[in-house]
């Protein structure tokens, strides 16, 4: 029986940035992790959901959909969605909207070390003007990093912010030290991720990215890049990430429709 106190309190922010699905898709996850949906029990239906949050059927479905993909639910056809209990990721669930970071966290990895190689204001190449839709003159914050996984090098990436994003990080010290999450900060300054797009590449890693990731020049690697968007279309965030899949493997989940 779920605690009636705790789930009164676990209610839609209406006011909140935050998307509905998202904002039920945490409180559901709190209750799976917290016992009140044992493994293997059956969700309450969307009808139940809907009724439960106020919420439409669409908006539910979506995060029914995201507790799938994520691990903390299956669904049964004619049964419906159970409960169950997330699989460690070996690697990079690159659809989910977060980071490596926050994605490897979520999913119980530790031994992830960030190391800033450079951040600053400065100019950006074409391809990035294009996504961000800034112009030459505009002040482009942009901040390379090394990832490690287990000591292991593991990938280098930049990420490119137009004026209003690029102020947030460059004012956010705990990023530019490598202990703190650019999504996480955006999202607190008010950049909430309403879609992303990603592109993956198998390449040969450049001179310069070659030296970041110690290895030689033209060793394969993986190159995404990513744009993300928010409600009205607002472009925040774009960044290139070269991947050495031996060492964190990109993973991508499939759920039945």
Known sequence: MIDKER????????????????????????RIEGGDFPAEERLPSELELCREFG????????????????????????????????????????QDAEGFLESQIRHGRTGIETTVVDAGFRAAPEHVLEELRLAETDRIFAIDRIRRLDGEIAMFSTNWFPPDAGAVIADAHDVLDGTGSVNNTLRQAGFITEAARRVIH????????????????????????SLSWDQSGRRFDYYETWVLTDTVPLEVNVTAA
Request: charged fraction near 25%.
């Open 55 to 94: 919420l439409a059927r669409a908006t539910v479905r979506q995060t029914l959909a995201k507790l799938e993909t994520e691990g903390y639910a299956r669904r049964v056809a004619r049964r419906g969605v159970f409960a169950t209990t997330p699989e460690p990721a070996s690697g990079w669930i690159v």
């Open 7 to 30: 789930s009164a309190m676990q209610t839609i922010e209406r006011t909140s940035p935050i998307p509905y699905y998202e904002q039920l898709f945490d409180i559901l996850k709190a």
């Open 202 to 225: 198998a390449t040969a890693a450049p001179p310069d990215v070659a030296e970041h990731l110690d290895v030689p020049t033209g060793h394969p690697v993986m190159r995404i890049r």
